[in-house]
Structures are given as structure tokens and as C-alpha cells.
């Protein structure tokens, strides 16, 4: 069966601009009641990867989030908003700083919906997810489109590994620290999950060293739902200029039967792809080493690396990187006044550069990436 994934434009944060947005990109489909019954409990899941307002866009708008907030409410659900932010997110006065400065709080307040916390899980199988999906009808996930220097991208899919409690976060980069690897378990969960309904916040998307302040701001001026997170993350795939099949995720997914990635499987409704062009989107430093055609990544992939590099100039030592890092590869060095990397103990699994509030962390490549243009 084909997937359905709605484009619809939207040129700015307006409220009045954003509740159209989502009202057309969800009506588009069938509207609310299609995903959502009248009077349920619902999660809605943002990406809120840091206490950082909207000026950069690592997380998703508070107007998206009130926006679909407001629907839901229409049809008398009972909304519950949270997510578990970034790897250093276990305690719990970290994610109290995420949802004021987010604004979560204001609109948690203003539209009369509950905030969760993520520490307490339960067991999905082998995977320990927020305790409180076990309490909840269903889940609408509002991903922010942004790159990511070790799954090339995290939108639908990526978007749900916020849901993983706590701590647990920082053991799955250390036992998945191959990127094919951690992929899967993102499909993982994304089975465990399934959402009723994504619908990705592509108003200003993020390029370049994402998914943390690394990375910059793109205007794509759009919104995108689906049902099917894998066709829709296809779709957003495409407007980045990436191949669907070169995300790992994507790729994945599709393998597993949970989701379609081809172009003649997914339904578009609304804006015609082949009119949105966004001209050049700057992919993530690393993860363009993932996306080399298999054959030749193979042979070459070896010499292909990708490390994160600390800036000193820019970096404030706070040690946040530190507190993030799964392999203990980060220390500050009281001498010289500096923060060092391990490099013998690093993974490169780049949650150091996604957690730096200052983006005081480079992407370093390897001779061969640099020479030949990667
Ligand atoms: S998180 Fe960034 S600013 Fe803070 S110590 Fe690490 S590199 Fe420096
Ligand atoms: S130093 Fe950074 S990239 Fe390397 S393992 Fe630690 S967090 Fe991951």
C-alpha cells in the first residue's frame, strides 16, 4: 500500500501562518480524527535536543508545538508534552531549564496540557523507553529537520530516540557505535512506537554540522506530515538533496517492511517536490562518509574518518561535552586550561559536538575525506 506524506508551505513562525500550516498538512490527509479519536490521550513528542530558544534552530518552534497542540485540544484530547533532552538529559533540572527556555512551560500553561518527564521506563522489549507511553493512547512526534553528523539526518524516525530514558541514552552510543548499527535501533524503537502522526517542522530547517548549534540555519519555509515516518523522512530526504537510500534509517526501515521509501510507493499531497527547490543544503561534515555508494565505501571506508575537534577559542568550558561523551574521552586539562579529546578512546559518535551549547566543536576528517572533497 502506497504511504501518504503532505508538503505544505509556510513562510514564517506567525501563529496565525504556523496553525494554517498544520491544519492544511494534517487535513490534507484526512484531518486530526483520521490519527487522533476525539478525547484521547496523546504524547506529543518535539525534538527539544537543548535549552535553546528558536533563534537557532536545534529544536522544534514552540509555535508548531502549539499549533498542534490547539488541534488536538479540539477535539478534546488530553495532551501530555515531553521529551528526553539530549544525552546529559537524566536530571531532571536540566529538562526543567529545556521546557522553560524551549517555551514548552508557557505553552503547557497557556493550553492547559501536562508535561512529562522521561526518567522513570519500562521495558519495550530490549529497549527501556519512557515510562509514560505505557499511559498514553498514542504518540504525535514533531520532529525538527535538521542534519546529523552520525545519521546523516534526524527527522520522523531519529526524532523518537528522545523517548529512550535517561541515562540509557549514552549506553546505546556506546554499544551501537557504528552509525549502520545505531541506525537500526532507531528503527527499533520506531517499530516499538509507531506514532499516530508525524508531522516534521521544516519552517527553518538546520545544515551543516547539525544536529546541535554546530549546525546552521536553512529556510525551507514547509511542513510535512505523514503517518508513515519512513516515507516522510523519504520526502525530506529528497528536499535535502540526499538519495532516500543513503540515510541509514531510511534504508533500513524500508528493508524491515515498516515503512516505503520509493517514489512510486509514497502518495504526495499539496506542493509538487519537483517545484521545491531549496538550491543548496550543506550536509553534515561526517555523515557524508556514510552516504558513498556501498561498493566503493567498502574498499575505501577505512581510510574515510570523521573525528570532532575542539575549538579552543570558542570553547567556554563548561564541560558539557564531557558529561555527554559515552566513552569518558573528554577531560579538562586544569594546566593548560583546555579541553582534550582521547582520541585513542573516541568513537566518533559526535554526541560531544550535538550537546555544545556554544558550537565550539568541530568536524576534523580524515587526508583521503579531505582529498577527495568529502
Ligand atoms: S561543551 Fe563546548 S564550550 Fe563546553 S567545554 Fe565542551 S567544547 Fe567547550
Ligand atoms: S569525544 Fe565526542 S565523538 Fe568521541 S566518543 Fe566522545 S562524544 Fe563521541
Known sequence: MRSRVSIVRCGSYDREAVRQAVDDAVGLLGGITAFVKP???????????????PEIPVCT???FIRAVVRMLKAINAE?????GPSVWGGRSENVD????????REIARDEGCGIVYFDKHSWFGKIPLAAV???VDCVVSLPKLKTHNFTVLTAGVKNLFGLVSSSFKLKFHRDFFDAEHFSSVLVDIYEKVRPALTIIDAVTAMQGDGPGPSGT????GLALASRDAVALDSVASTIMGLHPENVPTN?????RQLGNIKKDSIELLGEDLSEINVGHFQQAGASIILRIPAPLAAVIKRFLKAWPLVLSRECRRCRK???????????FNENKDRIEIDYGKCISCFCCQETCPYAAIATRKSLLARLIGL
Request: glycine share 10%; with cysteine; net charge negative.
Open 321 to 331: 561535552c564531557a558529561a555527554a561523551c559515552p566513552e569518558g574521552a573528554i577531560s
Open 79 to 83: 495532551v501530555l508534552i515531553g521529551d
Open 39 to 53: 478525547g484521547r490521550k496523546v504524547l506529543v513528542k518535539p525534538n527539544l535536543l537543548m535549552a535553546q530558544g
Open 61 to 63: 518552534h514552540p509555535e
Open 251 to 255: 534504508r533500513i526501515a524500508e528493508k
Open 133 to 135: 507511553l505505557n499511559e
Open 217 to 220: 540555519a536553512k529556510q525551507l
Open 97 to 104: 531549564e529545556v521546557y522553560d527556555v524551549c517555551g514548552i
